[in-house]
């Protein structure tokens, strides 16, 4: 607590301890417009708009890595309908991001099976990806689509058994396979909707991971709520197992 108060209160920069990366599972889009009696795509929409809002407050608190859950392994289940206005959504973020990237500082990554997208997304992902390697800037925003964690680990074995200079498994050759390489693993996973579960979100990555669960919404999430966040993790006492004396 002393620490916290040592300095003045003002938004993210009265912690001690910041988190390098954080990891956000967007949940609640649907139940948020079914309150206001609209589509699931209006709650979509206005989750993609939290989104922009927390990325460029990340950049501005000085995080390193955000890495958010936008679409799962397991979200193809739902109504094709649905699943099409997120796509649309992706798609004029990333044409959005291609426009906005050196304003906005913020290198965007996209992590999962990318190939089953329709081909101008990814065409458009690898443009970002292209743009996102000029820019000189500390935050990368990870958007995880298609993504699944199980898959992931999948993926990463199958990568390592084809790599001609594969060295022996280990945890860290294995991390090299991952849609994740070279990120440092997340320190603080944030699930808001008042769902307490994982829902196959960096299974792999998130081994010592402080884990943070609020009941907002996420299209109500916003800057306050990540500060909350933020100052809970910096309360939390990392032990990886180990002592502290
Ligand atoms: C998260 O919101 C967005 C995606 C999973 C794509 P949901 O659409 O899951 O919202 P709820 O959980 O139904 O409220
Ligand atoms: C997790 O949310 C996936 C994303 C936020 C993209 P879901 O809404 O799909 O998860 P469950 O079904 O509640 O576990
Ligand atoms: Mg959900």
Same mark, same amino acid.
């Given at each position: 607590?002393?620490?916290?108060?040592?300095?003045?209160?003002?938004?993210?920069?009265?912690?001690?301890?910041?988190?390098?990366?954080?990891?956000?599972?967007?949940?609640?889009?649907?139940?948020?417009?079914?309150?206001?009696?609209?589509?699931?795509?209006?709650?979509?929409?206005?989750?993609?708009?939290?989104?922009?809002?927390?990325?460029?407050?990340?950049?501005?608190?000085?995080?390193?890595?955000?890495?958010?859950?936008?679409?799962?392994?397991?979200?193809?289940?739902?109504?094709?309908?649905?699943?099409? =206005?997120?796509?649309?959504?992706?798609?004029?973020?990333?044409?959005?991001?291609? $426009?906005?990237? !050196? /304003? +906005?500082?913020? #290198?965007?990554?996209?992590?999962?099976?990318?190939?089953?997208?329709?081909?101008?997304?990814?065409?458009?992902?690898?443009?970002?990806?292209?743009?996102?390697?000029?820019?000189?800037?500390?935050?990368?925003?990870?958007?995880?689509?298609?993504?699944?964690?199980?898959?992931?680990?999948?993926?990463?074995?199958?990568?390592?058994?084809?790599?001609?200079?594969?060295?022996?498994?280990?945890?860290?050759?294995?991390?090299?396979?991952?849609?994740?390489?070279?990120?440092?693993?997340?320190?603080?996973?944030?699930?808001?909707?008042?769902?307490?579960?994982?829902?196959?979100?960096?299974?792999?990555? =998130?081994?010592?991971?402080?884990?943070?669960?609020?009941?907002?919404?996420?299209? $109500?999430?916003? !800057? /306050? +709520?990540?500060? #909350?966040?933020?100052?809970?993790?910096?309360?939390?006492?990392?032990?990886?197992?180990?002592?502290?004396?």
């Amino acid at each position: 607590m002393g620490i916290l108060r040592r300095k003045p209160k003002k938004a993210g920069q009265a912690l001690s301890v910041l988190p390098r990366h954080v990891a956000i599972i967007m949940d609640g889009n649907g139940r948020w417009a079914k309150k206001r009696s609209l589509p699931r795509s209006a709650g979509h929409s206005a989750g993609a708009e939290t989104f922009r809002r927390i990325a460029s407050y990340c950049r501005k608190l000085g995080i390193e890595y955000l890495t958010v859950y936008a679409f799962s392994t397991e979200n193809w289940k739902r109504p094709k309908e649905e699943v099409d =206005s997120i796509m649309n959504l992706l798609r004029r973020y990333l044409k959005e991001a291609i $426009d906005s990237m !050196e /304003r +906005e500082q913020v #290198r965007i990554k996209v992590l999962g099976d990318t190939s089953v997208l329709d081909k101008d997304l990814q065409e458009l992902i690898s443009r970002t990806d292209g743009l996102s390697h000029q820019i000189e800037t500390k935050t990368q925003a990870n958007l995880c689509i298609n993504y699944g964690g199980r898959d992931e680990i999948i993926h990463a074995v199958r990568e390592w058994m084809n790599a001609p200079d594969r060295q022996e498994l280990t945890e860290s050759e294995l991390s090299k396979y991952m849609y994740t390489s070279g990120i440092p693993d997340p320190d603080l996973v944030i699930r808001p909707s008042g769902e307490v579960r994982i829902s196959n979100f960096l299974l792999w990555q =998130s081994a010592y991971s402080e884990f943070y669960f609020t009941d907002t919404l996420w299209p $109500d999430f916003n !800057e /306050r +709520e990540l500060d #909350r966040a933020l100052e809970s993790y910096a309360k939390r006492d990392r032990r990886y197992g180990g002592v502290k004396g």
